[in-house]
């Protein structure tokens, strides 16, 4: 008789029991408009007076969504020049930096509490999207090395041109996934290796249920009143591929842990956004099934939104640390 799969202990990194912001983030609290109009003058035609009588913007709209990105980027980030296709997902810069501190964080636990910074520490962005958010801004913190894949080529094309832009082609690469049912399969070369993953899948398992969330999403935000002006689709905007796919987000995390397990030896920590808390179990379970020694899930949050991240090594705590020995060596 053969026992079942011994169920790896989840070691969640010390979060408060209600999270927020990473200590080191650099957006506590609200917006400093002033400051941010002044790096990005266009963010002033997006201002609104709230009931509350201060100075905010429409966050259903995403013009407005674009503009403030533009000004953090610029003014936090050195970030000058951002841009994306109309359409594409234009992600939130809080939220976005928050994953990254905390897989920073995962990687100082294995060198002595010391975050590793510079090139020598490679990242795997899957499903980069036209926003590259995740490169440019881990190379800014941290001065990580980026590979950021997808299988949008125009997706691609407007991530590498915002690379371009800021003279950063030399520490992040961007790379088509041909094979649209693959995530790692026939992407890396044999001898590349990560330090990390990373990825924000699309959590939807339709278009009518992206269509539904982004509508919850309005409605949170107080502006799809009965009544009132049209309010956009899609406030963040997004793809298809980045907002859904069959199965949704459970079926695409199954789908990356099968596949972790055939670059194990390539990759240090694998990790991905899980939006969902439900979801929670059967990751757990799949990694279990797989083999993974090492799991971690942390916590985040940004304002009225909870969510976290799940990350997984096939290496012991030995073999961890030999490795981010070696990198700054």
Not at 51 to 75: K, Y
Not at 89 to 104: I, K, Q, S, W
Not at 158 to 165: F, I, L, P
Not at 188 to 204: D, I, K, V
Request: charged share 20%; glycine share 8%; aromatic share 6%.
């Amino acid at each position: 008789m053969t026992s079942s799969p011994r169920r790896p202990r989840a070691k969640p990194i010390a979060a408060p029991a209600q999270p927020l912001l990473h200590p080191r983030n650099r957006h506590q609290g609200r917006y400093d408009l002033v400051r941010l109009v002044a790096a990005n003058p266009a963010l002033r035609a997006h201002l609104i007076r709230t009931p509350a009588g201060t100075d905010s913007i429409d966050f259903s709209n995403p013009a407005a969504v674009r503009e403030l990105n533009r000004a953090l980027l610029a003014s936090d980030y050195g970030i000058q020049q951002w841009d994306i296709p109309d359409g594409y997902l234009c992600p939130p810069v809080p939220g976005r930096v928050d994953y990254l501190h905390g897989l920073a964080d995962l990687l100082a636990a294995d060198n002595n509490g010391v975050i590793p910074r510079g090139p020598g520490v490679r990242v795997l962005d899957v499903g980069v999207g036209a926003n590259c958010i995740y490169p440019l801004l881990g190379q800014a913190e941290f001065g990580w090395r980026f590979l950021g894949s997808d299988i949008d080529a125009e997706a691609l094309q407007a991530a590498n041109a915002n690379v371009q832009a800021n003279g950063l082609g030399q520490i992040i690469e961007v790379r088509q996934q041909h094979a649209r049912g693959n995530l790692f399969a026939g992407l890396l070369q044999a001898e590349e290796r990560f330090h990390l993953t990373l990825c924000n899948p699309p959590f939807h398992a339709s278009a009518k249920e992206a269509a539904q969330g982004s509508q919850r999403k309005l409605r949170n935000l107080g502006t799809a009143q009965a009544g009132s002006r049209k309010a956009p689709a899609l406030n963040f905007g997004g793809q298809a591929n980045e907002l859904w796919c069959t199965g949704g987000e459970a079926s695409f995390l199954r789908r990356m842990i099968r596949e972790s397990v055939d670059i194990q030896h390539q990759v240090l920590w694998f990790s991905s956004l899980v939006a969902k808390s439900e979801h929670l179990p059967d990751i757990h379970k799949q990694l279990a099934k797989v083999g993974a020694g090492e799991v971690r899930e942390v916590a985040m949050a940004q304002g009225n939104k909870q969510s976290r991240f799940v990350a997984w090594s096939f290496h012991g705590e030995a073999a961890r640390k030999a490795w981010m020995q070696a990198t700054q060596a």
